[in-house]
């Protein structure tokens, strides 16, 4: 059998009031058309208003739902055909000769279904429209009053009319129901999406984590716990400038335990770092806030002192020397003991570059092994008298 909405959801996909709509009106213009044949058969009507009754409620509803389709914006499209239908219905109350039973029944589909629609504007502009439609019905052929319909066309226009109010309801609840489907998907989606966002917060704040650890392991050296050569090669310009800028000076000391062949020989890999461990902190322990302690290799260490002077670095290299060479290292049952060479080079006097510093403070520190090691040296030889005079400075 033939659907009675053969166009319904071909091809084109409309705006859902599009759809409902062309399965009211199909159903309800085919229940007047009914009514009608019914009470004008046999009643001498002519081709012309058969051919115009058939068009009207049978073809028409088709019509309107192709257009409908067929336009950029289907609703709106659909929102005018309410207009449209309104001004037709209208023509034919006039037409009818304003039969009562068919005119009600017309008239209270049309408005209620704008209404449903288009609201209470919908209702002023569909009047309108209806009015417009009585006018040119009227302009056109004229006005008659024939009132009554047959008890048998005007009981299937009362089913017509009880059926599209029931066919509305069930669209309303149809709507209703698919709402409330929706809301609850999106809810159920939002609380989805919040649970993701949370995970996702979460997992942000654990790479935030573990780039913070691998950016501070990247950046220190793990037995010892001091900054890293990599790290010094990245501070050491930046002191530099810092100092040059503010026109202090800048000294390097670069320490190396001496003989430490001999204390990996004698004790062990393991006594060698319980020994490289104790140096690391007794610098830690001895350093500034501004100064910086770096593993710069081995057994090679080296302190950033930024607005200190070459005297003052050679008393605190006395110190730590001492200190150092007075330390016995518990390793196990064994007790080490080693001393310190020191070599220092300063900004400006020993060079203004990194690589002119660092140089320096590795030939003084050379020096100071070859001078017999457990030793503080600097590059500037002229500095050392002044250490030994005190020259007054304060550290
Ligand atoms: N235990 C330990 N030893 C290390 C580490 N890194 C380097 N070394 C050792 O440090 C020693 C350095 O020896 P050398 O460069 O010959 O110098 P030295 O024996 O200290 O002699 P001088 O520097 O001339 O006084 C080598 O035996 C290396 O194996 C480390 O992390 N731990």
Redesign the pocket.
Known sequence: MRSLFPLAGKALRPHWIVQTNYHLRTLSFLMVFLSMALDRYGKGAGAAFWTLLFLQFVVYPHLLYIIACRARDSQKAELNNLLLDSMLIGAWIVGLGFALWPSFVLFLATSLNITINRGWLGMRDGSLALLCGMLLSVSIGGFRFTPDTGWPATLLLMLSLSAYLIAIGNASNARNLQLRTTRESLRLGEQALIANNEMLQQQLAEIKALQDQLKEQALHDP?TGLFNRRYLDTIVPHELARCERDQIPLCLMML???????V?DTYG??G??AV?KELAALLMASIRSSDVACRYG??EFLLLLPNMSVANALLRGEQLRAEFAGKTVRFGAANINATL?IGIACFPGDGRSPDELIGCADLALYRA?AEG?NRVVAADVEAAPELAAGAGMGI
Do not use: A, P, T, V
């Open positions: 037995m190396d335990i001496d003989y430490f062949k001999k990996n890999h393991q060698g770092d490289l081995g057994e060479s092994k090691r």
